[in-house]
C-alpha cells in the first residue's frame, strides 16, 4: 500500500531565502509525482507535475526532482515570498491506481 | 485557463439528511474523482469515474455515497444519509489520462453536518 510522507511539517523561512521541500513514498513503482499548493481553506492548484522517465521539472522559482529508486522527491523554492506561504503537498499514484495518495503537506510561513 | 468549478462552496445540513455536492470538470477531461479533507488532516481518495461508471473507490465510500454524470458536464457527489464523520471539504478533480496524468482540482465544497 502506497504511502506518503513529508519533512518538514512546517516551516518558517524570512523573505528571500531558497527553501527544500521534501517527500518521501513507500513504492517506487509509480508513474509520475504531483506537487500541490493549498491555500487556507481553499483548493489544491497543481504546481508540477513529473513523470517517471524525468528527474526534475522546473516552472519559475520553483524545481522539482524526483529519484523514483530511493522514492524521494524534492521542491525546491527559490528567493522565497511572502506569497509562498501555503501548505505544500505532494502526491502519487496508488499503486498503477488511478487515484493519488497525498502526503499531509508542508505547511510554510514566508516572513516579510 | 480552464478550471474545474464546484457548487456549493459551504453547505451546512443536519444529520440524517441527503446532500448533493456538484462539480463541473475540465471539458476535454475524461476522468473525474472526488476526494475529501476533513480539517487538519490529509486529503484522502473517494472514487474515481470513467466512461460512465466507477472504476475505483476507497473504503470511505460505502453505500452512502454514490456518483453520478447526468448531463455530461456535471459530475455529482450524494451522500444519501449524512453523519456527523461526512462533515469535510470535498474536491472533485479531474484529468486527461488516468494514472500518468495531472489532476487539477476545484476550490471544494465545505460540508458541515450538525
Known amino acids: 500500500k502506497q504511502e506518503v510522507t513529508q519533512i518538514p511539517a512546517a516551516l518558517s523561512v524570512p523573505e528571500g531565502e531558497n527553501l527544500v521541500l521534501n517527500c518521501s513514498f513507500t513504492?517506487?513503482?509509480?508513474?509520475?509525482l504531483q506537487w500541490f499548493r493549498q491555500d487556507p481553506g481553499k483548493g489544491l492548484t497543481s504546481l508540477l507535475l513529473?513523470?517517471?522517465?524525468?528527474r526534475e521539472q522546473t516552472s519559475g522559482r520553483l524545481n522539482a526532482s524526483l529519484d523514483k529508486s530511493s522514492g524521494r522527491s524534492t521542491l525546491y523554492i527559490a528567493a522565497s515570498q511572502p506569497g509562498d506561504s501555503a501548505t505544500y503537498l505532494c502526491?502519487?499514484?496508488?499503486?498503477?491506481?488511478?487515484?493519488?495518495?497525498f502526503g499531509p503537506g508542508t505547511r510554510l510561513s514566508v516572513l516579510p | 485557463e480552464p478550471e474545474v468549478t464546484q457548487t456549493p462552496s459551504h453547505q451546512v445540513t443536519q444529520m440524517g439528511q441527503e446532500v448533493i455536492l456538484r462539480c463541473v470538470p475540465i471539458?476535454?477531461?475524461?476522468?473525474f474523482y472526488w476526494y475529501r479533507q476533513i480539517l487538519g488532516q490529509k486529503v484522502e481518495f473517494l472514487v474515481s469515474?470513467?466512461?460512465?461508471?466507477?472504476?475505483?473507490k476507497s473504503e470511505i465510500f460505502d453505500d452512502q455515497f454514490s456518483v453520478e454524470r447526468p448531463d455530461g458536464s456535471n459530475f455529482t457527489l450524494k451522500i444519501r444519509s449524512t453523519k456527523l464523520e461526512d462533515s469535510a471539504m470535498y474536491f472533485c478533480?479531474?484529468?486527461?489520462?488516468?494514472?500518468?496524468?495531472?489532476?487539477?482540482f476545484g476550490e471544494g465544497s465545505r460540508l458541515t453536518v450538525l
Open positions: 478533480a479531474s484529468g486527461l489520462e488516468s494514472g500518468s496524468g495531472e489532476l487539477f
Open positions: 513504492d517506487s513503482a509509480i508513474y509520475n
Open positions: 513529473i513523470q517517471s522517465s524525468q
Open positions: 502526491a502519487v499514484p496508488a499503486n498503477y491506481g488511478q487515484n493519488f495518495v
Open positions: 471539458s476535454n477531461h475524461l476522468y
Open positions: 469515474f470513467y466512461n460512465n461508471e466507477i472504476s475505483e
